[in-house]
């Protein structure tokens, strides 16, 4: 059998970033409204900077104003809920994102709840969920967003295919399910309790991984031909000593020799993250101003 097509989520995130940046500077120019993205990072976790400032400098780049408020370790919940406010009430701030985790004495629960629902940008609000959950518009997890259009990009039609999602977390395994199923899939979400999870990942057209677990879908789990995406991120040390590198929950190597299509880790489902970040962002600028997003066409 022929090797999987390998699904470049780097080129699809460039992409979609160039389409957004067209479509936001129609927005400047038609009606003088730049979509603003508020990040809010509290403490000093390595990863959780570098997450942030790579999602503002897109921002930035694409066309977009990025904000980042960045606050001491020592904030209190309360303090962290009335700089959320801030933003629920500033009229340039059209997203808001509160980057997780959060230090152990701040209930996250809480501050997503604070978010205002129509600028909760990366879709955790309960109100978004449950939105997804009944088939209603409103703000989908980023990451989720950026599997379907991975998946969309070497299928064309999803009716009746079995996708099996492994992990069931609010911000990639429920949300991802709801949007297979949105596209008429048959979905499995198999989790840590599952059992005989390989028989189970061995029926999927469609296998999403995301587990935080590395390697842990080996090729004899896939089916012949299905499409493999890859959500998880995992550091393992390298080869060369002292040095670490970044994979999958899937054995990439061994699973394309068996796979139709497959991510890789890195350049797989991450670059998607951010770039779907802005495409919310850019959507709940124009509804808040109660106008249509640009077509490609405006940004001509
Ligand atoms: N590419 C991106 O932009 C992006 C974005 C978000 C997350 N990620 C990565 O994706 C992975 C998952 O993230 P997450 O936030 O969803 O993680 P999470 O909240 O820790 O959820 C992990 C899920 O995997 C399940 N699981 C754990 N061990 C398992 C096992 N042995 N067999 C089957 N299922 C098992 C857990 O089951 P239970 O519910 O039973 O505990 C849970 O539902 C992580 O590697 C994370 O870094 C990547």
Redo the contacts with the bound molecule.
């Keep these: 059998m022929a090797e999987a097509t390998i699904i470049d989520g780097k080129a699809t995130a460039a992409l979609l970033r160039a389409k957004i940046g067209r479509r936001a500077a129609a927005l400047r120019a038609s009606e003088g409204i730049v979509p603003g993205l508020a990040t809010v990072l509290v403490g000093d976790d390595p990863a959780s900077r570098v997450y942030v400032r790579n999602k503002v400098r897109q921002a930035d780049e694409t066309g977009l104003h990025g904000v980042t408020q960045a606050l001491d370790e020592t904030t209190t919940e309360a303090e962290l809920v009335a700089r959320v406010r801030e933003f629920n009430d500033d009229p340039e701030i059209h997203g808001i994102l509160v980057q997780l985790p959060l230090p152990d004495h701040i209930d996250a629960d809480v501050v997503i709840d604070t978010i205002d629902p129509d600028k909760d940008v990366d879709g955790f609000h309960a109100i978004n969920a449950g939105r997804l959950m009944i088939g209603r518009p409103g703000f989908v997890p980023c990451?989720p967003v950026?599997c379907m259009m991975l998946i969309d990009s070497v299928l064309d039609d999803l009716t009746g295919a079995n996708a099996v999602v492994?992990?069931?977390?609010n911000?990639?395994?429920k949300p991802m399910a709801q949007l297979l199923l949105a596209r008429h899939c048959t979905v499995t979400v198999?989790?840590?309790?599952?059992r005989d999870?390989a028989e189970m990942c061995r029926r999927a057209d469609i296998l999403v991984a995301?587990?935080?677990?590395p390697k842990?879908i080996e090729d004899g789990w896939i089916k012949p031909g299905a499409v493999v995406i890859d959500?998880?991120?995992?550091r393992i040390a390298a080869e060369e000593e002292g040095k670490t590198r970044l994979v999958g929950?899937v054995d990439f190597e061994a699973a394309r020799q068996v796979a139709g299509a497959i991510t890789p880790v890195p350049g797989g489902?991450?670059p998607m993250?951010i770039a779907c970040l802005l495409r919310n962002t850019l959507e709940a600028a124009c509804r808040q101003n109660g106008v249509a997003v640009p077509g490609e066409n405006a940004a001509a």
Excluded at 190 to 194: L, V, W
Excluded at 210 to 213: F, I, K, L
Excluded at 231 to 234: F, S
């Design positions: 990451t950026g492994v992990g069931r977390s911000i990639v395994g198999a989790h840590s309790r599952t999870l995301a587990v935080g677990r842990m959500v998880g991120i995992n929950d489902v991450g993250t």
